[in-house]
């Protein structure tokens, strides 16, 4: 089960679902490159012990995977209810693991995850693997309007002026503490995807082994040309692609592309 975060867009609340049953994603991104202004919340302590309790009460063990605390103060939340509840709830386990990751790259790694879980692994077992290759985990993006990145502190106004008119792209990863750090600047926009790829090169282990995540802020074609680069370079067992939700997507901006992958590090 996933727990939407919560978005505004223009003064009106959302939630962000994986079936899109508030906003499309196409949408979002839509009115947010017209100029419409977007912000994000945290799920609240209510949320998570509604979340949590429908299923300790019914017997069920809970593990649940949080986003990144280096970019939210939500998992912090998830970890005190998670306290709590265990003991309310002495004969159940309940842990709350620390992703260290973002979008996809979470995504990526919920999907390990249930692939030990239905390897026969306990959940104290899964949620070891789970802290044990969380810095693993690849991130590697690039953004198209450094504009979304200047409104959150990520770049300087005079640098995306600067950058906007050079044409120069950032090309961004998550660090081993699920920050997101600039990495490099390239000139254009298919250096910048190439970019992802090359990164990839570097660090990734057994590709043929692996199944890749992109994500894009409606940039689709973008998105399948980092797969078919991929494609060219690795034998990977298969690629999927997908929207980065409106919660990332507010602060990276339309046309952004990520990569995930798992390496020797998320470097």
């Known amino acids: ?13 959302y939630l962000q679902y994986p079936d899109e049953r508030d906003l499309s994603n196409k949408s979002f991104y839509e009115r947010i490159a017209a100029g419409e202004t977007t912000t994000t919340n945290q799920i609240n302590a209510a949320t998570f012990i509604e979340t949590f309790e429908r299923y300790l009460q019914a017997g069920i063990d809970v593990l649940y995977i949080g986003f990144s605390s280096g970019l939210s103060g939500t998992f912090n939340g998830s970890r005190l209810v998670a306290q709590d509840l265990s003991q309310k709830y002495p004969d159940r386990r309940i842990l709350a693991v620390d992703s260290l990751a973002a979008s996809m790259g979470e995504g990526l790694l919920v999907y390990h995850a249930v692939m030990q879980q239905r390897a026969g692994r306990t959940i104290d077992e899964v949620a070891s693997w789970v ?4 810095n693993r985990l690849a991130h590697w993006f690039t953004v198209d309007d450094l504009n979304f990145l200047k409104r959150g502190g990520r770049v ?3 640098a995306a002026l600067f950058g906007t008119m050079l044409g120069i792209k950032p090309v961004l990863h998550v660090d081993d503490e699920g920050h997101l750090i600039p990495v490099e600047k390239v000139r254009g926009r298919k250096n910048a995807l190439d970019a ?15 199944v890749i995540f992109i994500s894009h802020g409606n940039a689709p074609k973008d998105a399948e040309y980092v797969a078919e680069q991929v494609k060219s370079r690795f034998a990977v067992q298969n690629i999927y692609i997908n929207y980065i ?3 990332i997507g507010s602060h990276s901006g339309p046309g952004t592309v990520a990569l995930f992958f798992l390496g ?3 470097n």
């Open 1 to 13: 089960m996933i727990i939407p975060m919560e978005f505004t867009l223009s003064g009106a609340s």
């Open 245 to 247: 939700g409106p919660v």
């Open 156 to 158: 300087s106004g005079a």
């Open 264 to 266: 020797n590090s998320k």
């Open 196 to 210: 992802l790829v090359n990164h990839m090169a570097k660090t990734v282990e057994h590709p043929e082994e692996q």
């Open 131 to 134: 802290e044990t290759n969380r």
